[in-house]
């Protein structure tokens, strides 16, 4: 794909969008997210593994609340990567990741992902530019090897400003609904903010051969929401999947 510069990409809506329309389309698409998901889960024949990246309070905790809170439960998975276990850091960087990925008829969603692995252990100089590219080159390998085995794989890039997301860490400190989130480190982290931008920019020139990235606008929560639940039924539309017929003996 074509180099990516994120200063070139907007992180908001197109001025033209009604929000109060926008927001009953993807109340529309996520009924249809439903009922494709209901096949998904009957046919037994692929499975659907949704990346969510993006800086911090960049909102991949609301899209998983208001995008697939209401999916079937049977069908759809969250995980949530955090620092690694002792555990975890004594095998190679992807066995944690490929423990969780999804099996056929599931929806999974990543919260952060590997892609950590290559953005604050590089900002934060904790492996050398060698290991970098040879992580690039296993997180493709690996992508082509779920792909190889009926997963649709569907990477997005939460895009959020600086400004925006300053008031949301702001929020953190102030709204007692929200003061659980608050992280001192996220305050270390925005200020390598060049460095994060720089380090994505890299992922999505080496890490785009299996799966394209998708750089989602975030500054407004309804566009967000919006956009995020199109792919997804974008991605289950092009799996044709039907429901298995009925077998007599």
Known sequence: MASIKLSKISTQAPKDLDKNVIKLKTQEIIKEI???????????????????????????????????NNLNPLGIKVHS??????????????????????????????????????????????????????RFDAINNFEKLLIQNDTVILKCYLHVSPEVQLGRLEERKTDPKKMWKYNEQDWEE???????IKAYEDIFENCSKAVEWHIIPTDQNWYKEYLIAEKTLNALKNMKLEYPKLITT
Not at 84 to 96: A, G, I
Not at 109 to 124: A, G, K, P, T
Request: hydrophobic share 40%; charged share 30%; glycine share 4%.
């Open 34 to 68: 439903q009922d494709l998901q209901d096949v998904l889960i009957a046919s037994q024949k692929k499975s659907l593994l949704i990346i969510l990246q993006g800086m911090d309070a960049s909102g991949k905790d609301g899209i998983t609340k208001n995008v697939f």
């Open 81 to 134: 990567f955090k620092k690694p276990t002792p555990e975890e850091f004594s095998h190679d960087f992807l066995w944690r990741v490929h423990q969780v990925a999804p099996a056929k008829g599931e929806i999974m969603i990543f919260n952060r992902s590997h892609y950590e692995d290559v953005l604050i252990q590089r900002v934060r100089k904790w492996i050398d530019e060698k290991t970098v590219q040879n």
């Open 190 to 196: 925005r200020k390598l903010w060049d460095q994060y």
